[in-house]
């Protein structure tokens, strides 16, 4: 026979339990960090857990950690590095040998060599099965 502190206590602490259980998966507190961030970031961590909760309950169900990436995803900005690219980052980007096969055939089906555009660019005049990627 147990006690009947027991018998409540495990009667309503379930839930607390389940959920430390899901927080402790993907822990984000550190030794190093400030009390207060501490605080911040386990507040953080039960609000999604909360959110991911009443997801579930009423959208199709998904992992904590699906969850979690989705939000994320949500959260950060799409880069757009093409509307802060200086002149400089371009000509750089524009220079960059990412090596390719060359995709072109001649009239016998066979692979056609041509001049990488990055080695011409320095003088070297050799052609290539392999050329240098157009990264624009």
Known sequence: ????????????????????????????????????????????QMLLLNSHILHNMYRPKMTFYDFRLQVIKSLLPIPQQELFESPAQKRKREDMHVIVKSSTRDNRNRLTRKNCRTCWKRGEKKSRLYITAILV
């Not at 027991?6 to 402790?24: E, H, L, P, W």
């Not at 993907?26 to 911040?40: A, D, G």
């Open 1 to 44: 026979q147990k006690p009947l502190a027991i018998v409540k206590y495990n009667a309503f602490m379930s839930g607390v339990d389940r959920a430390d259980q899901m927080m402790s998966y993907y822990p984000c507190e550190r030794k190093t960090l400030r009390w207060y961030k501490k605080i911040v970031i386990h507040i953080l």
